[in-house]
């Protein structure tokens, strides 16, 4: 099994930044990507930015330039460093680790960009 948790959001006025980091715990050498979703209210929930175990990144097209994903293998964390915050970024953001049996999720962290 694969446990993750995330932390780091809260409320950041338009412009802003904020830093969530997931901890990872578990199973870490079965895992072989992990990212970052979000789901804002009545919406589905989507991709925001993706990394594999090479260390290549992609990102939806929403965050590009504003947003970065990194992992940090000395402390199993996976972080995204979001920059230049706007209202339309509000959502609940996950943090997913892809393994040979499937997907796994953590609990999930309130992200509101709001003046």
């Known amino acids: 099994q694969v446990q993750l948790v995330e932390s780091g959001g809260g409320l950041v006025q338009p412009g802003g930044s904020l830093r969530l980091s997931c901890a990872i715990s578990g199973s870490i050498s079965r895992i072989y990507a992990m990212n970052w979703y979000r789901q804002a209210p009545g919406n589905k929930r989507e991709l925001v930015a993706h990394?594999?175990?090479?260390?290549?990144?992609n990102y939806a097209d929403s965050v590009k330039g504003r947003f970065t994903i990194s992992r940090d293998n000395t402390k199993n964390t996976l972080n995204l460093q979001m920059n230049g915050l706007q209202p339309e970024d509000t959502a609940v953001y996950y943090c997913?680790?892809?393994?040979?049996?499937?997907?796994?999720w953590g609990q999930g962290t309130q992200v509101t960009v709001s003046s």
């Open positions: 990394i594999t175990n090479g260390g290549t990144t």
């Open positions: 997913n680790a892809v393994t040979g049996w499937g997907n796994h």
